[in-house]
């Protein structure tokens, strides 16, 4: 019952191949990179790729809290996941702000930084 | 006294020349002549020192290199052939600096050509008094310019344009010549001063020396380079091309450096280097045959010349073949001396001759002149003399100098001495026949002149006349007066200047040659005089006819068209010259290759590489991002593996890296 549920868990946590768990946060994280440089379209599309390189990374300190037996990790994944809210909201209200502006919201019309 | 017959001449051109505007046309030509006069006098001093009394001066002063390797200093060296040379100089540089007063004085310009004079003169004084070759090749070269300024003095006519440089470019390549010689005897004497090189010379007899693996003898090649020199001074034949094309400068510069002067540095170099020369046999039988063939060419092609500067032109190229190749059978003193009677005789015949086209307008083709005998009958007398003693008439100058020559070519038992001998002949023929063409044509017979002109035709006046009658005593009287001083047995004039070795000294046997053998130059000059008289005249029907028929026709050409060297020159080697010069070393290796190496290339790189550089920051977002990335990647791995750069590195990356380069900047080149 409850004790073999435990029995179940604590040799789930003392038998824990971390390979089995990398791999899947890193190819999220490289889908959400490549997204940036192929983007071709329009900024929302980096947006989200944004998101989901945010979100391999709190896999990853949640993988790693079980793995370290440590709490801060899912800790930090909580702060992680508000700020990315938070970023978010602010990166859509200067998009919203661009259209205004600009008229379009376009990849090839942001090259003010260039010289 | 020695310095200021050098320096005058200088002074003279340097104030003529900048204080034009100061003391006006007559003023600077006065003081040029003055300067000039001066010199000439200081001159006759010199030469009663060292010539007549036998003490020659020698002058050292400053310094000019002074590294360790190579010592010249400015010195100079008064001697007895420098003072021949001297006075023969002066006298005629100051001669038609009094000319000049009168033949240019309606010209605007006359103050730059005095100075262009006078600066000839001292360039040439410079030349005969060195010390060292150096110091010999500063007065060459400025001889040189000199002649392109002078020829080219009225350059807004286009052929004045085109005969200077044509003289420049053919005197630069003998001074090519002469450099490479000055180069190989310092390399085996170590030193340029004559002192030195005279003193040693004997020293380095069948001494060879390597030359891009090949052995040569020393002192053979640097004879024959020092020849190249004479020939392209001297106009002997293979570089005599400039000398005809020359007379588009006025008749006063005709007279002083294509009669006296500067073509006769070339023969000065090489009687000056006979203590080398008499040490290289080969070299002198190189000489001998050049010279005498010249002497023939120049005879043959001056008969169909029509204009009046181009047969004495030809004349003078005839005549230095003379001197040259008296100089090659080693008769040295008695080349200058002839080189002295010819100063005088051809400086009144160009002189005459500038009277005779100043009395005509400038008309200058002999073929539209004749009659002038009672018109101008003073200068008439001037070209007959000069023209008589130019043909060795017994007793006139000429006659001194050019059948002694001839004796001493038909002495001398070689083979090339019989060619040169019989060639002297046969040009002495020919001299004259031009000679006696040239006065019947202008003076004789009937006119072919225009009316307007014959009627104000005028003798020259007075300041034109006096240096013409200074030149006729000259060309009557030297020649006697100084023929046992210069060429007599057993003389001591010439001291330790000229150096003949004993079995090249053929003064003895000349005295007994046949007697008909002496007599055959004279025989021939006055049949040529005849036949030139007897075929305008009397026989001038058959001359007509033969001028016509097809043998003659052909001889015409060829011999106007100068044995066609011009053309063979022109089409042949300064064509291809000319493609060379600006297509490749000037497009491809000037502005091609050593710029791309030089400033310009780097330049050109570096805006290249800028720019691609540049394409890097494109302004987009994604770009930046994957540049960190890619820093990411790299610092990851060196993370795992211990910052090692070093890692399999092929070369032949390097060519790829290279050629990738090269392949994506086309695009930048090709603009």
Known sequence: MIINDYNNIISWLSNFNLNLYILLPLQLFGIGVWGIFLNRRNIILMLMSLEIILLAVNLYFIIYSVYLDDLIGQIFSLFILTVAAAESAIGLAILVILYNVRGTIAIEYLNYIKG | ?671
């Not at chain 2, 000319?99 to 040439?124: C, G, N, V, W």
């Open chain 2, 1 to 671: 006294m020695y310095l200021s017959i050098v320096l005058l001449p200088a002074i003279g051109s340097i104030i003529s020349g900048f204080g034009a505007k100061l003391l006006g046309n007559k003023g600077s030509s006065f003081i040029a002549t003055i300067s000039v006069f001066l010199s000439c006098i200081l001159s006759f001093c010199a030469f009663y020192e060292v010539g007549i009394s036998g003490s020659p001066c020698y002058l050292n002063l400053f310094t000019w290199i002074d590294s360790g390797i190579l010592n010249i200093n400015w010195s100079l060296m008064f001697d007895t052939l420098t003072v021949v040379m001297l006075i023969v100089v002066t006298i005629v540089s100051t001669l038609v600096h009094i000319y000049s007063m009168e033949y240019m004085k309606q010209d605007p310009h006359i103050a730059r050509f005095f100075s262009y004079l006078s600066m000839f003169t001292f360039f040439m004084l410079i030349l005969v008094t060195s010390n060292n070759l150096l110091q010999l090749f500063v007065g060459w070269e400025g001889v040189g310019i000199s002649s392109y300024l002078l020829i080219n003095f009225w350059y807004t006519r286009i052929q004045a344009n085109k005969s200077a440089m044509k003289a420049i470019i053919v005197n630069r390549i003998g001074d090519f010549g002469l450099t490479l010689a000055i180069f190989i005897i310092y390399y085996i004497f170590k030193s340029l001063d004559f002192s030195v090189i005279f003193a040693s010379a004997s020293y380095f007899y069948n001494n060879n020396i390597t030359i891009f693996n090949i052995n040569v003898d020393a002192l053979t090649i640097i004879c024959i380079f020092l020849f190249i020199g004479a020939v392209g001074k001297s106009a002997q034949l293979g570089l005599h091309t400039w000398l005809p094309d020359a007379m588009e400068g006025p008749t006063p510069v005709s007279a002083l450096i294509h009669a006296a002067t500067m073509v006769t540095a070339g023969v000065f170099l090489i009687i000056r280097c006979s203590p080398i020369l008499e040490f290289a046999p080969s070299a002198l039988i190189i000489i001998t045959i050049i010279g005498a063939m010249t002497a023939f060419f120049a005879a043959t092609t001056g008969v169909v010349q029509n204009d009046l500067k181009r047969v004495i032109a030809y004349s003078t190229c005839s005549q230095l073949g003379y001197m040259v190749f008296a100089c090659g059978l080693s008769n040295y003193s008695v080349s200058v001396f002839h080189l002295m009677n010819h100063a005088f005789f051809k400086a009144l015949l160009f002189l005459s001759a500038g009277s005779v086209i100043h009395a005509l307008a400038d008309e200058q083709d002999m073929r539209k002149m004749g009659g002038l005998v009672k018109i101008i009958p003073f200068t008439y007398i001037m070209i007959l003399i000069g023209s008589l003693s130019l043909m060795g008439i017994p007793f006139l100058t000429g006659f001194y100098s050019k059948d002694i020559i001839l004796e001493l070519a038909y002495s001398n038992y070689s083979i090339h001495a019989i060619f040169a001998y019989w060639l002297g002949v046969l040009s002495a023929f020919f001299t004259a026949f031009y000679s006696f063409r040239l006065i019947y044509l202008t003076f004789y017979g009937e006119t072919n002149t225009y009316k307007i002109i014959i009627q104000k035709a005028h003798d020259a006046p007075i300041l034109m006349s006096i240096p013409l009658i200074i030149l006729l005593f000259g060309s009557i009287f030297v020649g006697y007066i100084a023929k046992d001083m210069f060429i007599g047995l057993g003389t001591d004039f010439w001291g330790n200047s000229i150096l003949t070795l004993p079995n090249n000294i053929v003064v003895l046997e000349s005295e007994f040659i046949p007697y008909y053998i002496k007599l055959i130059p004279v025989l021939f000059s006055i049949c040529g005089a005849l036949f030139a008289i007897l075929f305008n005249s009397i026989f001038s029907n058959f001359f007509n006819y033969f001028t016509i028929s097809s043998f003659g026709i052909n001889l015409y050409k060829i011999l106007n068209k100068k044995w066609f060297f011009d053309m063979f020159y022109n089409q042949y080697v300064v064509k291809y010259l000319l493609y060379f010069g600006y297509n490749i070393s000037f497009k491809i290796l000037d502005r091609g290759f050593i710029e791309l190496i030089g400033p310009t290339g780097i330049v050109r790189l570096i805006k290249q590489m800028s720019n691609t550089i540049h394409n890097l920051q494109t302004g987009y977002i994604y770009s930046y991002t994957m540049i960190f990335m890619v820093g990411v990647v790299v610092l990851l791995n060196n993370y795992y593996n211990n910052f090692n750069y070093n890692y399999n590195f092929d070369i032949r990356i390097i060519f790829i890296i290279i050629i990738i380069i090269y392949l994506n900047s086309i695009n930048y080149i090709k603009k």
